[in-house]
Structure formats: structure tokens, C-alpha cells
């Protein structure tokens, strides 16, 4: 894009193209695993804004910017379901743990060394 755009009116766009996107999503791969899908949207509608930000820096001036924005959210949904049940525990487990214990890679990023137990 050529100008950055502002955080207002990215949080409306990605707000806006998720609305307009979740319901083909819903239709295509809820009923697939209707346990499983609560957990796969939330963690999209947790990381949707962040997504659709870096992908309007890749695609906004392209005309199928939308085309790709589906293709993604479908590609993620579908291996998302195809994803075995003990690494969707191992997500999970990872979400819930203090972002110091998450891992090697994410403690080099935290502000502050991890509290002992």
C-alpha cells in the first residue's frame, strides 16, 4: 500500500473482512469437526487483525487481495482439521503456558528472564 494505513481503519477493514469471510468458512469446515471448530475460530478471531496486516502490506494494491486473504483462511482451517489430536493438545497447552516457558525461541524474546517455580 501506499500509505500506511491507520490502526482505526485497519481494526474496521480486518474486522470487516473477517465478517464478511468466517460464515463461507463456518459452512465449509465446522461441521467437520463441530468440537474442534470453537477452538480453531477463536484462535482466529484472536490473530485475525495482526493476519490481515501483514497480508494487506503483501496484497492490497492487487485487485484479488480478498482471493488470497480466502485461500489462506481455507488452507489454515483445512490443516488445522487434518492436524492430529495430540499436537491440537500440545497447541493448547502452549497457549495456556506464561509466554517464558513457551520455548527457547519465544523466552529469547521476553522482556524478563522467567520466574522459578
Known amino acids: 500500500m501506499s ?3 491507520t490502526p ?3 481494526d474496521m477493514q480486518a474486522q470487516l473482512s473477517l465478517d464478511r469471510l468466517l460464515p463461507t468458512l463456518r459452512e465449509r469446515y ?5 468440537a474442534g471448530w470453537p477452538v480453531f475460530e477463536g484462535r482466529l478471531r ?3 487483525r495482526r493476519l490481515f496486516e501483514l497480508l494487506l502490506h503483501l496484497y492490497g494494491e492487487r485487485y ?11 488452507t489454515a482451517a483445512r490443516l488445522w482439521l ?4 495430540d499436537l491440537k493438545a500440545l497447541d493448547g497447552a502452549r497457549e495456556t503456558a506464561p509466554f517464558c516457558q513457551r520455548g527457547r525461541a519465544c ?3 521476553a522482556a524478563r528472564p522467567c520466574p522459578r517455580s
Open 3 to 5: 500509505e500506511r494505513p
Open 8 to 10: 482505526w481503519w485497519l
Open 30 to 34: 465446522a461441521s467437520q469437526d463441530p
Open 46 to 48: 484472536t490473530n485475525f
Open 64 to 74: 484479488d487481495f480478498v482471493y488470497h486473504l480466502e485461500n489462506i483462511l481455507s
Open 82 to 85: 487434518a492436524r492430529p489430536a
Open 107 to 109: 523466552f529469547r524474546r
